[in-house]
């Protein structure tokens, strides 16, 4: 199904290679219907004429910022007042630079310091640019804030080097394109509307005396995201809070209740439990639980300390077992073989789904705005997830959950 008609796009076009490919780009986007405004930088003029690309779209190209043909518009504003998605493909590794450190010296990156649409970006640059620190860091950067990014491919790259950098094929990034629309259309219609979703987040805390515990290294940032996102569905949200490095969001329709230890977060979720539709399980619960805490401080008494730990409460573990039809979806952050370990944890505890991370991996660990994950059900894989914005990763979890609980009897 098309999603793309009606929908004003920019691509902005860069100096690569690739930037050939921006005129397939802009024919099959306008083909699908969407009014494409092409902004060039000096650099992609070069490779490519501003005849080729405005004979395509049908539309004045864009590449000098004080070329004002109207004096009743600011071209760089209205263009980006006008967005309802901005693609720049090719990107180049200096236009993501310039996104990132949000320097506007042109057209192009003008406007996008102006933008408030959401934005893509195809990146197309040699193999071992793409895999320099900077230009890797400047892509973080840029996922952090929420833009989204459609891999290079592998393969022969126009210097002679054979790797990672071409330019993903129009093809592939029209049906990026399009999926996208499809998901945001879908978004907007409240699928979880009516539904009841609880959520769980930050690391709980497990007292050894009043002032030491056991935790673990969660922000949170990954529940607060999914929280916002099930609201912002129209779902009627609790948000189960343990100690967190993050704020919670500030929407009076979240419900937040704040929690410590493995058991009071076992006891919150239960007490909702009955009339929960969707729980997503992003906190990390401590497996293991001091077996006496004690009163008062510990004083230091010689050159060790034994404490014998007992397990907790496995939350998930015991409503996955008496689950009838709520959807539940777990977390698995792992430092290795997170495929595996992932779906042991779904089969055990009877999960729906269970979101897999590795968080050694760069953008992908505690405490970022970022994420890297694998989704995965009973059958396996569902959704393999790249770099992204924790807000994007939970968006896409609740469309797969607003999907799998729309027919279901709840």
Not at 317 to 326: E, F, V, W
Request: hydrophobic share 45%; charged share 25%.
């Amino acid at each position: 199904m098309n999603h793309i008609h009606g929908k004003t796009i920019i691509l902005g076009v860069t100096g690569g290679i690739a930037a050939y490919k921006a005129a397939a780009l802009t024919s099959k986007l306008t083909q699908k219907g969407a009014k494409v405004h092409v902004i060039m930088t000096a650099s992609a003029k070069e490779f490519i004429t501003e005849l080729t690309l405005q004979s395509l779209s049908k539309h004045r190209v864009y590449s000098d910022t004080f070329q004002e043909r109207d004096p009743a518009e600011i071209s760089h504003i209205d263009l980006a007042d006008a967005a309802d998605l901005v693609l720049i493909a090719p990107a180049t590794a200096n236009s993501i630079a310039k996104m990132a450190l949000g320097i506007g010296d042109d057209m192009l990156s003008t406007t996008m310091l102006a933008v408030t649409a959401p934005v893509m970006v195809a990146p197309a640059m040699n193999v071992h640019m793409y895999q320099h620190p900077a230009v890797q860091a400047n892509m973080k950067t840029l996922a952090g804030r929420g833009i989204h990014f459609i891999e290079p491919g592998e393969g022969l790259l126009a210097c002679g080097y054979v790797g990672k950098g071409r330019m993903e094929e129009p093809e592939s990034i029209v049906d990026v394109v399009n999926s996208f629309f499809a998901d945001r259309e879908m978004a907007a219609s409240g699928p979880l509307q009516g539904k009841r979703v609880i959520v769980t987040a930050g690391g709980t805390v497990e007292r050894i005396d009043p002032v030491r515990y056991i935790s673990n290294d969660s922000s949170g940032k990954m529940g607060f995201a999914l929280a916002r996102a099930a609201r912002a569905m129209g779902a009627d949200v609790t948000l189960i809070a343990a100690r967190t490095d993050a704020a919670p969001p500030q929407d009076p329709q979240i419900e937040l209740l704040r929690v410590e230890s493995a058991a009071e977060m076992f006891d919150a979720v239960r007490s909702r439990w009955e009339d929960c539709h969707v729980l997503i399980s992003a906190a990390a619960v401590a497996d293991y639980r001091p077996k006496q805490s004690a009163e008062n401080k510990i004083k230091k008494s010689g050159d060790t300390l034994t404490l014998e730990l007992v397990k907790t409460t496995d939350i998930l573990g015991t409503l996955g077992k008496i689950k009838d039809r709520q959807f539940v979806i777990g977390f698995a952050a792992e430092t290795g073989n997170a495929e595996m370990y992932a779906k042991d944890k779904l089969v055990r505890k009877n999960l729906d789904l269970i979101v897999a991370n590795d968080v050694r991996e760069e953008g992908a660990g505690f405490g970022t705005d970022t994420n890297i994950v694998s989704i995965y059900d009973a059958q396996g894989l569902v959704l393999d997830l790249p770099l992204s914005s924790k807000d994007e990763v939970a968006r896409r979890i609740l469309l797969l959950a607003a999907e799998r609980v729309a027919g279901a009897a709840v």
